[in-house]
């Protein structure tokens, strides 16, 4: 199993910029896919970005393209999501979740509490 916590969430203003954290325990981390969800009040929980287990290959939703990067260290039991240029619209609670290689957040067994994230205009 792996248990996961995130931070580096707070309020920033339209423009600016946030990395969030994801700390993993457990010696499996390095086994698994990591994304990063998010979930905006009253809308559906929806992927932002992946990265495979060896960190090799990324993915990022259409919307995060561009200002948003996704990484890991295998050492640390660590990912992270760097966010710049960030929009009101990307307000929301953000998730970060381990699992398969893959867009669906079914595919993520393990989740973390999530960190707010709200952008001023």
């Known amino acids: 199993q792996v248990q996961l916590v995130e931070s580096g969430g707070g309020l920033v203003q339209a423009g600016g910029s946030l990395r969030l954290s994801c700390a993993a325990s457990?010696?499996?981390?390095?086994?698994?896919?990591m994304g990063w969800f998010r979930q905006a009040p009253g809308k559906e929980r929806e992927f932002v970005a992946r990265?495979?287990?060896?960190?090799?290959?990324?993915d990022y939703a259409d919307s995060a393209k561009g200002r948003f990067t996704i990484s890991r260290d295998n050492a640390k039991n660590m990912a992270y999501l760097q966010m710049v240029s960030l929009k009101p619209e990307d307000t929301a609670v953000y998730y970060c979740?381990?699992?398969?290689?893959?867009?669906?957040?079914?595919?993520?067994?393990?989740w973390g509490q999530g960190t707010q994230v709200t952008v001023s205009s």
């Open positions: 979740a381990a699992g398969s290689d893959a867009f669906a957040p079914g595919k993520y067994p393990y």
């Open positions: 457990g010696r499996t981390f390095s086994w698994y896919a």
């Open positions: 990265i495979s287990s060896s960190g090799s290959r990324t």
